[in-house]
């Protein structure tokens, strides 16, 4: 499902913040923390990250107004369906937000735009809660 979210400058909240090289620098960034971390790591079955990577950039651009490849590839994005598998608790939730914030950070965005996306970010982590189990 594509939500394209406009402005009055016009273009897609995709366009306007400079594309796919935005949302790859984005994602490459988050990985990077996730990476090493000993909470989140395990969520991720391939051994290599690339594949995770490639997904998020995917459903991100996807939602901000890109190309539909998500779509196209993977059918709906069904998040919550897609998340259950895995044991997301608040520490989990937490512990994504942290790494999303430094990638949010190092994009440099202009104030209305970080927010934007900051915002419906940490909707998206708050919604993946499948349990308050440690």
């Known amino acids: 499902m594509t939500i394209p979210i406009g ?3 016009g273009g897609s909240f995709f366009d306007q ?3 796919h090289d935005t949302f790859v620098r984005l994602v ?11 909470v ?13 990577r490639e997904r998020l950039t995917l459903f991100l651009e996807q939602y901000w107004g890109g190309p539909t490849t998500y779509s196209e590839e993977r059918g ?6 897609r998340h ?5 608790n608040p520490d989990a939730r937490d512990r994504w937000l942290a790494h999303m914030r430094v ?8 104030p209305l735009q970080e927010e934007t996306l900051w915002s419906y970010l940490e909707r998206a982590a708050f ?8």
């Open 7 to 9: 402005s009055p400058s």
């Open 17 to 19: 913040i400079g594309g």
């Open 28 to 38: 490459d960034a988050f990985y990077r923390g996730v990476a090493d971390d000993p």
């Open 40 to 52: 989140l790591r395990p969520m991720y079955p391939e051994e290599d990250l690339g594949p995770a």
């Open 76 to 81: 709906h994005p069904r998040l919550r369906m």
């Open 84 to 88: 259950n598998p895995f044991r997301v």
């Open 103 to 110: 990638a949010v950070d190092e994009l440099g965005l202009p």
């Open 127 to 134: 919604a993946m809660v499948n349990t308050f189990e440690e």
